[in-house]
């Protein structure tokens, strides 16, 4: 029975959610193989994401099911007053179903995702929310001018041609440099991100003095919650490759995707960057190697995934 | 940059929700005073619904800003397995604030709510699956019968089953047990409890399927299908724990036009904040196991002196009652205020 009054009774506010929340899903089952830098990736993640906010957020983190030194670091984050929502899931829910639980449950009006292997820069939510604020028929602002297919923003060009005070300009707007760093951050090799580069061009919109480039990605992206929940709920039942539905249903709805146009996010994969790295890996070397041979590359990775779904089914 | 490729993207099997979720509410910001005995009750209750349910559900914990001590013990209980989702909130946002999460965000077709000091007994999902069953237009439905009209009767979507030959009204007068336990569960004053005792239930039956229920359901416990919760957020949540603001689902829930129900016999009983014999010998019944309840003090207890027992006696006087009270809350909010 209840004895006396819960005192939870006489707490007169709770605190009121942030008008961003940013939300980080994160996916580490073991600090080996494929994952081995990758919890000092997360912590350069957080690290960067700490720094170079300013403005007032929620932290959500949504753990899928990491190894349990991934989730003593975010409990000690939590701990530590940086995380206001850390969600532990007991098994790999999927991005898509990550996705459900954090964009149908975060409190903030604007949500800021990211994978947990983005590196955040200075300015990029202020960037990315005064792009969403000029436009308000943006659906998704990624912090990083991208070069994506054009059935992806089709809409968006289709509105910047018709809609007023909206003025388009075509060109090479990203430095070879800054393509060349995130394309090869996907695993790209250097011949086939110049054949890229050389075959496409950027759009640039300027409306309400806010100039921004057209294409957005997945990986990194600030919106309204208000336009992510007419997406919900995804497809979720793999870990991952559904996600890229997100793009195509905000096309198809007539939202706009766009990008800053500076660099203020930085996908770094599975590895760190040079600039903090803290184990030298072993110098690659340019030299072809035996394992690079299609058919013995493929029976590895065979085997490769043979054993991590054997770690994935304990 | 990314180095070989993620295993993650070879086409593996992301985890299904299964049909039940079931979602408890945690707070426990010290483990003494109100919330001596809280962990071991909500112990007791991941163990009782284990026993208890016989069908394969998700289980999630939001935890409302516990204490360090709480939030290790409920990682505990995650890595063993017991916990599907955990939910860390740094700060209590309330409870409704609470379910603003869970209703939007719990993928499975039935979500059925729970307070964190509830034990449950077999068959509670059954018969509130049958009752959902008989009463499509249900919308929240308790496993114990509902003694409290949230909407001072002024419902309105049970009227629309006044017309309905399928159903048909029909008063309910528990038994006298039913009513004693949940006096003793609220800590019912003897005035209150006499209410209970002289006041029959509204009940309503199901015809074709003689599904019978009461009207009105508990926001202590209850289960509600997606479709409805996901129609009922955002709840507003501005206080830990308001009447007003839990009571915005029932207004909600009717004005969508589903009831409130909840079933004849009493599935959950209200654990509270104490632990006696009566519940443990429960508890036992139910799982087999006696629950793990810290050693009592081994030092016998001495007779109060005197001065205590007079002290005792003037804090029972309703004034003193009200000043300590405020003394016992203010501490709390300094004790536990979160410095955001």
Redesign the interface.
């Known amino acids: ?17 942030a008008p961003v929340t940013v939300a980080i899903v994160t ?1 580490i089952p073991f600090l080996g ?2 994952y081995a830098e990758s919890l000092e990736v997360l912590k350069v993640c957080l690290e960067s994401l700490y720094q170079h906010t300013p403005q007032p957020y929620d932290l959500l983190i949504f753990d899928n099911a990491s190894c ?1 030194e991934v ?1 003593d670091y975010l ?1 000690n984050e ?2 530590a ?1 940086r ?12 991005k ?2 990550a996705w ?3 964009f ?2 975060a ?1 903030g009006e604007y949500i800021a995702y990211a994978d947990s292997d983005i590196q955040f820069f200075p300015g990029w939510l202020e960037r990315s929310l005064e792009i969403l604020q000029a436009y308000p028929q943006a659906g998704m602002v990624s912090a990083r001018p991208l070069r994506t297919p054009a059935a992806l923003y089709s809409s968006t060009l289709d509105w910047a041609k018709i809609a007023e005070d909206v003025q388009i300009e075509e060109g090479s707007f990203i430095l070879w440099e800054i393509y060349r760093d995130h394309v ?4 790209i090799s250097e011949e086939q991100a110049r054949q890229w580069y050389d075959s496409r061009v950027d759009t640039r919109l300027t409306h309400q003095g806010v100039q921004a480039l057209i294409g957005a990605a997945h990986f990194q992206f600030t919106l309204r919650k208000v336009v992510i929940q007419e997406f919900l ?1 995804f497809q ?6 559904q996600v890229r539905a997100l793009d195509e249903l905000m096309n198809t709805a007539g939202w706009l995707r766009l990008a800053t146009c500076e660099p203020l996010v930085r ?5 760190l960057p040079d600039s903090v790295k803290v184990t030298q890996l072993a110098a690659a070397t340019s030299r072809p190697r035996l394992w690079d041979q299609p058919v013995l590359r493929r029976t590895l ?1 065979r085997i ?2 043979a054993i ?2 054997l770690y ?1 089914a304990r | 940059m990314r180095t070989g490729r993620n295993p993650a993207k070879s086409g593996l099997e992301a985890y299904t929700p299964k049909e039940l979720g079931i979602a408890l509410i945690l707070y426990i910001p010290s483990q003494d005073g109100y919330f001596a005995n809280a962990l071991e009750i909500f112990k007791m209750q991941i163990a009782s619904l284990k026993a208890a349910t016989s069908q394969p559900y998700d289980l999630l914990v939001f935890d409302n800003g516990s204490c360090r001590a709480i939030v290790n013990e409920l990682r505990e209980l995650y890595q063993a397995g017991e916990i599907t989702w955990l939910v860390l909130s740094r700060h209590n946002i309330g409870k409704a604030g609470a379910w603003n999460w869970i209703f939007a965000s719990l993928p499975n077709p039935y979500i059925a709510y729970a307070d964190a000091d509830v034990l449950f007994r077999p068959g509670w999902i059954e018969a509130c699956q049958e009752i959902l069953k008989a009463f499509p237009q249900a919308g929240m439905v308790s496993a114990q019968p509902n003694f409290y009209d949230v909407m001072d009767g002024q419902g309105q979507a049970q009227r629309a089953l006044e017309n309905n030959s399928d159903y048909q009204a029909e008063s309910y007068q528990p038994s006298i047990e039913v009513i004693d336990e949940y006096c003793l569960g609220i800590g019912a004053t003897p005035e209150l409890a006499e209410r209970f005792h002289q006041q029959p239930l509204p009940g309503i039956q199901h015809l074709p399927t003689e599904t019978r229920a009461v009207l009105g359901a508990s926001h202590m416990q209850f289960l509600i299908p997606n479709s409805v919760a996901r129609q009922v957020t955002p709840l507003p949540a501005t206080k830990a724990l308001l009447r007003a603001e839990t009571m915005s689902l029932d207004h909600k829930i009717d004005q969508l036009g589903y009831l409130h129900l909840s079933t004849r016999q009493p599935y959950v009983f209200h654990m509270g904040n104490t632990i006696n014999e009566r519940l443990l010998t429960e508890f036992q019944q139910i799982t087999g196991a006696a629950p793990a309840i810290p050693k009592a003090n081994p030092n016998p207890q001495k007779q109060p002196s005197l001065i205590r027992r007079w002290l005792s006696r003037m804090a029972r006087t309703p004034g003193a009652q009200r000043q300590l009270q405020r003394i016992y809350n203010l501490l709390f909010q300094i004790l536990h205020s979160d410095n955001r």
């Open positions: 029975m209840r004895l006396g009054q819960n005192p939870a009774k006489s707490i007169e506010h709770v605190p009121q959610p996916y193989g494929y349990s989730q409990k939590r701990e007053g995380i206001q929502y850390l969600i532990l899931a007991g098994q790999n829910y999927g898509g179903g459900n639980f954090i149908q449950g409190p090869l951050s996907l695993g709920p979720m039942d793999r870990p991952m490759g996908h770094m994969g599975n590895t990775l490769y995934d991590f779904r994935y």
